[in-house]
């Protein structure tokens, strides 16, 4: 169901108090710094979103940096830092993941 529309029922989450979810957001993302060996690819083939979706995100929330400057904050470093220090190759299997994840985020 489309949870923008007028008719679509109100989600609790609005209800959070933008402290909260700011607090939990941070707290994600400095999970995520930490957790290099969780590869974009496998979040996006599990979640479909990763680092790079949530930098993103803060942009189409409002953040005035450009999409570099926003995946520098997202990943603590710049990008190309980060992917030459802690990205993998994808594989073949992983790729395929992503690329069904990706099919189900279209369908919400």
Same mark, same amino acid.
Request: charged share 30%; proline share 6%.
């Given at each position: 169901?489309?949870? &923008?529309?007028?008719?679509?029922? !109100? ?8 402290? /909260?979810?700011?607090? !939990?957001?941070?707290?994600? /993302? ?14 996006? #083939?599990? !979640? ?13 929330? #409002? ?16 990008? *190309?830092?980060?992917? @030459? ?7 073949? *299997?992983?790729?395929? @993941?992503? *690329?069904?994840?990706?099919?189900? &985020?279209?369908? *919400?």
């Amino acid at each position: 169901m489309d949870t &923008n529309s007028p008719d679509a029922p !109100a989600d609790s989450l609005d209800q959070l108090p933008d402290d /909260v979810a700011a607090a !939990a957001f941070r707290r994600l /993302v400095r999970h995520l710094r930490h957790r290099h060996d969780a590869q974009n690819i496998e979040l996006m #083939g599990l !979640a479909g979103f990763c680092r790079n979706c949530l930098a993103d995100w803060i942009r189409d929330a #409002g953040y005035d940096g450009d999409k570099p400057a926003a995946r520098e904050l997202i990943h603590g470093m710049p990008q *190309e830092e980060w992917k @030459a220090t802690r990205q993998m190759p994808a594989t073949e *299997e992983q790729l395929a @993941a992503m *690329e069904a994840s990706l099919l189900k &985020n279209a369908q *919400e």
